[in-house]
C-alpha cells in the first residue's frame, strides 16, 4: 500500500488509515471518501464525469417513465435488499413504475426448473417491454445471473444501468449505457455507495417532478 497525501493508504479496497484502529468515525470518514472516488462510464467504456453519468441516467428513467415505461432491478443478497427497496421508492415516492424479481416463490420456482443463472433472464423475458430501463446491481459484477438480466433486457430494446464494484475490469462495468463503477473490495462500502447512488436519482427525480 501506498500512503496518500492525506495520510490514507490507498489498497486494493477502500482506504485504510495509516496507525488508528477502526472506529465508527474513521469508518464514516472512509466512507465518504469512497463516496467521492465514485466512477462512471459509458459502455465503449469510456470515462465519464460522476456527474454527467449520474444525469445520463436521471434523464433516461425520466423520459422513459414519462412515456410509460417501467423501471426493472435486479439484484443478489444485499443487492437483492436494494432493488427491492428502490423499486418501493420510485414507484412511492418517484411515481414511477418500477418492479424487483424477489418474491420468494418466483426465485425459488425459476432456480429450481431453470437453474439460478436464469431466476432474472426469465422473468424479463416475460415482463420486459422495448423502452423499459433495467438498473442491474452486482457488487462483484460477475454475477451470471446478472449478466445474463442485462444481455435479456438488451435483446428486449431496453435501456441498461449498471452498479458494480470489487475489481474495475469485471465484466458489468461495460454492459449498460451509463456503468458505476465503486472502486473497493468491501462488500459494505459498495452496497452502501449503490444504495446512495439509487437515492440520489429517485431523489433528484422527485424533486424536479414537485
Given at each position: ?6 495520510g ?8 485504510v ?9 474513521v ?16 459502455a ?5 464525469p ?29 443487492s437483492?435488499?436494494?432493488?427491492s ?10 411515481g414511477m ?9 418466483l ?13 432474472f ?22 454475477s ?9 433486457a438488451?435483446?428486449?430494446?431496453c435501456?441498461?444501468?449498471?452498479m ?6 469485471n ?33 433528484t427525480?422527485?424533486?424536479r417532478?414537485s
Open positions: 500500500m501506498r500512503p496518500s497525501s492525506t490514507v493508504q490507498q489498497g486494493r479496497g477502500h482506504p488509515r495509516q496507525g488508528r484502529a477502526r472506529t465508527i468515525p469508518f464514516l470518514v472512509d466512507l465518504g471518501a469512497l463516496l467521492t472516488r465514485i466512477e462512471c462510464g459509458d465503449e467504456g469510456r470515462p465519464l460522476l456527474g454527467t453519468g449520474a444525469e445520463r441516467a436521471i434523464e433516461m428513467i425520466t423520459t422513459q417513465t414519462a412515456s410509460g415505461r417501467k423501471v426493472m432491478f435486479v439484484g443478489n443478497g444485499g437483492a435488499a436494494i432493488a427497496h428502490q423499486a418501493i421508492d420510485y414507484w412511492k415516492n418517484g413504475r418500477a418492479i424487483a424479481f424477489n418474491d420468494a416463490s426465485l425459488t420456482c425459476v432456480a429450481n426448473d431453470f437453474g439460478y443463472p436464469h431466476v433472464e426469465k422473468s424479463i423475458e416475460m415482463f420486459a417491454d422495448p423502452g423499459d430501463v433495467l438498473i442491474a446491481i452486482s457488487s462483484s459484477g460477475k451470471e445471473n446478472i449478466l445474463r438480466a442485462v444481455a435479456t438488451v435483446k428486449a430494446q435501456r441498461v444501468v449498471t458494480s464494484g470489487f475489481s474495475p475490469d465484466p458489468l462495468r461495460r454492459q449498460g449505457e451509463v456503468n458505476f463503477y465503486v472502486p473497493s473490495h468491501s462488500y459494505g462500502f459498495v452496497e452502501i455507495a449503490h444504495l446512495s447512488l439509487c437515492h440520489g436519482m429517485v431523489d427525480i422527485t424533486e417532478r
